[in-house]
């Protein structure tokens, strides 16, 4: 690998202040792989060859890119520091206050300051892992199938509703359960069937990450597993998986970063309540994000306080989840 | 190829229709474990088909009611008015202002995204790269609900001024005519605020594939005395162009269906506004109008004729999926 | 490897959460009264469970008030309400899913798209349903106009403000009924509630009520006159706080709350200011509409009389005159005893409420008594 130069002329040096580091490197490029290496040294110090001009556009052309490339770095970069320090300066004096994390909103109303949010973060846990442990198995196995197993029509159905699940509105998928629970079935509205909806959100992003990286798992590994008389499905248990485990990871937890942080559904589905309610099938259960919904529509500071502390919350969860993840894809994954 | 290089897969991958990468039926030996495993693989993709068929029928079975006694034409009418023996509904807005937001969202999310992916896989020094990663990802840590009270509150008012310098200096474009909303909440704005929360999705599954780049393709360009910038367009995007515009679809569907930042930020606009193509308008999409009138759907008819709109979302990302399948057929066509 | 690690992860952030649990507590009193809650849980009235109820948003602030008095004599009861809207609640309360409703407007006795409300209800509940007015608040109609503090508006320029007609501050209709104000030539940006409230259809019954040659629209729950669309209450309000010129209509407290300029409304006797007292006065005025304990309340918009402010919208408890339940039946009973008590319908009018006329609470005070 190329060690690479950290010095980027800015766009507006142009060609002229590139080609105190261009010329350089666009001599020794056009020496290494033309001819042109024959030139007399003189042609260096003056006008440049034709050659001597391609080297430098090309040159140019490179260090623009890795401009480019910073430049959509530290631009991404923007929003992101922008909506922490929001939710960060607004929203972290409650949570230094141990009261957040050990008490519910029970009877505090939108007037009154205290109360905690550990009734939604409950919530929020308990819902996001009944959805992860219900759609990443059903998400990791139907992309096993798509990449290792189908094939002919059936794949190609599988693959195309994989499609339109993506598509489906969050709003829709809130509609759908609660037809099917509350309408078709008559039961009451609980947190499972918050999942259930959240469910249909989560399959197709795990199944589409997860198929990208299984694919890229080299052919050369399970020939030489098959090779050896492992069978197919310890070959994807034991080389496939592990070998794509961290893209794996990435994919699950960009999933339920979604779904935890989704909250058309739960208007629909699970209204909110402020005390403490962990069974997830009796009765409402509280989450952020409904907490979050609940107190965006009040203009009174103690209100606005707790939306942007619980939006603090709920990101720092998610982004401990992250770490999580992260720490278990490094020590998981095959050594390259 | 794959004999030469000895880890190439970018001819081997399978196609998205689920074609195995090799024969593997072969290695499957018929063990109970490997009947078991398969069944299982099976049994998912044939759950997943189940889901979207039940609530594709649910849909139509929701939908076709209302549309039935629609006096107005679904597709073309501007109209929306859903209640009494004679409703009038149709879609033309909500598409335009779906289309339009999507768009604007995916013309920054995907080239940008792409940016940041080969700037951590590429560019990136090596102490960097990860952070790097991390943060971006923190970027999709973030709750849509916090995204659209982010972009009401504390975007939004930052960006009234360049709203204004738009319609000023290029009013005379039909796309930024001033339609009289106020600035930060716009179509345009609401695009660019989807673009953020779209960008780590692109990003992320990018930066995957783009690091499964075989070195071999990676050195063989730089050896031939390719930049930097050339080794990455001849060898990195060839390579990862599928798991770009699958990432790009991935996004495209959350795009499309973003509900709840949407119906925070954007104006709607009153029955019987005047049509414009302005991009600094106000208007609802799919999912936002579902939204704000989910909490009255009172009567079946009005509920079916949400939810035939929520149908046309449903067919607008498959559209899309089935366009990006079809680019990405047709490009390993030609790379044979 | 990959499934062990998996359940690490997952048992790590169980466990964690068993411990979040442990701590966990509802009890939010501890730190303003020294007994805690637990000491005043067993006076005579006070069952113990679980209430649910969702509906009109418009009276969420009064209810929540409510509910926090009521938990603090009661410690045992856990009342929840979502402020949805008016029309989620009646259908999740026909649905089941709710124990009361609240609604911005009384079930409805006539046929729409083939089901009558009302009917349906007492389907649902086997006996009728009755409806109990809660809560009387105030529409404001709320402006943000640099300079001007005081402001008049009669029902005719309300209406044509709203359906566009006036689209400058200026404007000589407003002139005329503000002499002496500085009206500055801006235009107006009219902001209304996107989503489907029982507010808006309130506020277009008042304007057809009392301006019905300027407002021609049925009064509805989804916006019909003009202007930029904004997310319930808060969106509105919020959304005028930051356009200068504009205006909207709110219920009191979030012109209050947002700060914004209130207009006095000139039903033709004379500009009525917002005050409790003025709205008292017009929902006394307020004619009784149902049978028996059935109590519908039908406002005069149209009301001349001086110093009533005519804007007001009633908001309803929708209950089973029996319900299925006793043990539900009994803790309906004893929060909306608490709701309608005199000491919490007082405690509502700073928060941008009116209290129920005496007159009224007596009749509702019946009524509740009579639920089974």
Known sequence: ?336 | MSSVTGVSLADETPGPHGSAPLSGDGAGTGRLGDRLFGGAAKGAGLLVIALVTLVGVFLLWQAIPALARNDANFLTSREWSVDGAHPRFGIVELLWTTVTVSAIAMLIAVPVGVAVALFITQYAPAWLSRPAASLIDLLAAVPSIVYGIWGLRTFGPVFEPVQGFLQHTLGWIPLFTGAGISGGSTILFVGIVLAIMVLPIVTALSREVFAQTPVTHKEGALALGATRWEMIRTAVLPFGKPGIISASMLGLGRALGETIAVTIILSTLPDGAKWTWSLLNGGETFASRIANNAAEFDTPQKAGAFIAAGLVLFVLTFVVNAIARVVIERRKAFSE | MKIQRLGLLASVAVVGSIALTACGSDNNNGSDAAGGGSSSSSSSDCPTGTLNAEGSSAQKNAIDEAISAFQDTCSGATVNYNPTGSGAGIKQFLAGQVDFAGSDSALKTTEKDGKVEADEAAKYCGSPAWNLPMVTGPIAVAYHVKGVDKLVLTPEVIANIFNGKVTTWNDASIAKINSGVTLPSEPIKVFFRSDESGTTENFTKYLNGAAPSAWTAEPAKSWTGKGEGKEKSAGVAGAVQSTEGGITYAEWSYAKDNKLGIAQIDNGAGPVELTGETVGKAVATAKSDGQGNDLRLKLDYATKEAGAYPINLVTYEIVCSKSKDPAKAKLVKSFLKSFASEQTQKSLEEIGYAPLPDEVRTKVDAAIDALS
């Not at chain 1, 403490?276 to 609940?294: K, S, V």
């Not at chain 1, 998610?318 to 390259?336: E, I």
């Open chain 1, 1 to 336: 690998m190329t060690t690479s130069t950290t010095a980027s002329p800015g766009p507006s040096a142009g060609s002229a202040g590139a080609s105190a580091s261009g010329t350089s490197r666009a001599g020794a490029t056009s020496a290494a792989t033309t001819g042109a290496a024959a030139t007399p040294p003189s042609t260096r110090g003056t006008a440049p060859t034709e050659l001597g001009h391609k080297a430098r556009g090309r040159a140019v052309k490179d260090q623009l890119a890795r401009v480019v490339m910073w430049a959509a770095f530290l631009l991404a970069l923007v929003p992101l520091v922008w909506i922490l320090w929001t939710v960060g300066s607004k929203g972290y004096h409650l949570l230094l206050d141990a009261q957040w994390w050990t008490n519910s909103q029970r009877g505090i109303t939108s007037r009154r300051e205290g109360g905690g949010a550990v009734h939604a973060i409950q919530g929020t846990l308990i819902q996001g892992l009944t959805t992860a442990a219900i759609s990443v198995p059903i998400g990791i196995l139907t992309a096993i199938y798509l990449v290792e197993y189908g094939r002919g029509r059936l794949a190609k159905a599988v693959s195309f509703m994989v499609d339109i699940l993506t598509g489906v509105p969050s709003i829709v998928a809130g509609l759908f359960v609660y037809a099917l629970w509350v309408t078709t079935f008559g039961l009451q509205r609980v947190g499972f069937a918050v999942c259930l909806a959240l469910v249909l959100l989560m399959i197709p992003v795990v199944v589409r990450s997860t198929e990208e990286m299984l694919k890229l798992v080299p052919n050369e590994l399970r020939e030489a597993s098959y090779a050896l008389g492992v069978p197919k499905w310890k070959t994807i248990m034991k080389v496939v998986l592990p070998t794509a485990f961290s893209g794996i990871v990435t994919g699950v937890l960009l999933g339920l970063a979604r779904v935890m942080g989704e909250t058309a559904p739960l208007l629909i589905l699970g209204p909110y309540t402020k005390s403490i309610a962990t069974d997830l099938f009796g009765g409402l259960m509280p989450t952020l994000p409904t907490m979050i919904n609940q107190d965006r529509t009040e203009v009174l500071q103690p209100a606005v306080d707790r939306m942007w502390a619980s939006a603090l919350t709920l990101i720092l969860i998610v982004l401990l989840l992250n770490v999580a993840g992260r720490v278990v894809a490094r020590f998981g994954s095959v050594k390259r």
